[in-house]
């Protein structure tokens, strides 16, 4: 399981208080992207994120522009996207794409940007990690954890 070896803290532990946050989510596979908006947005208050902005994009391919755009207002960006593997080279394409995407707005910005993005074989794979009912993962929450851990060591560098 790809989960092996994480940490063992939760949000809980966080203060968020005075935390900007963006969500920008894809919308292909609506309900592993629920799954994942809903564990995004329980880290989130279980952190009491001060404020939450929303923005829904329309594939994964598209959420790097829109992190970008909003890296520069908010102290951490939630990254949260699906694609499964099909027949054509699109798989490969689109994941690295999006993953070299969001990593260059994290540098390049110094926002952090926690990558929720799921690159699955099936979609039996995206439903496990979805954090639904009898999912093993969470990763929605985990992306919005590290995100939020993430911004709050850097705003501690700055003191």
């Known amino acids: 399981m790809s989960g092996h070896g994480a940490p063992r803290s939760s949000a809980t532990d966080l203060d968020a208080t005075r935390l900007r946050v963006a969500v920008v989510a894809a919308s292909w596979h609506t309900t592993i992207m629920d799954g994942l908006l809903d564990g995004a947005r329980r880290a989130l208050a279980e952190a009491r994120t001060g ?44 994941c690295q794409a999006a993953t070299n995407g969001l990593t260059e707005v994290s540098v390049r910005t110094g926002t952090p940007v926690g990558f929720g993005l799921l690159t699955c074989d099936t979609e039996e794979q995206g439903l496990d990690r979805a954090g639904l009912e009898g999912s093993h993962e969470d990763k929605g929450y985990e992306a919005a954890h590290a995100a939020l851990s993430t911004a709050l060591t850097l705003r501690d560098l700055e003191r």
Do not use: C, K, M, N
């Open 51 to 94: 404020e939450v902005l929303e923005l829904r994009v329309p594939g994964s391919f598209e959420l790097p522009v829109a992190a970008s755009r909003l890296a520069g207002d908010v102290d951490a960006v939630v990254a949260l996207g699906v694609v499964i593997r099909g027949g054509t080279p699109h798989f490969d394409y689109v």
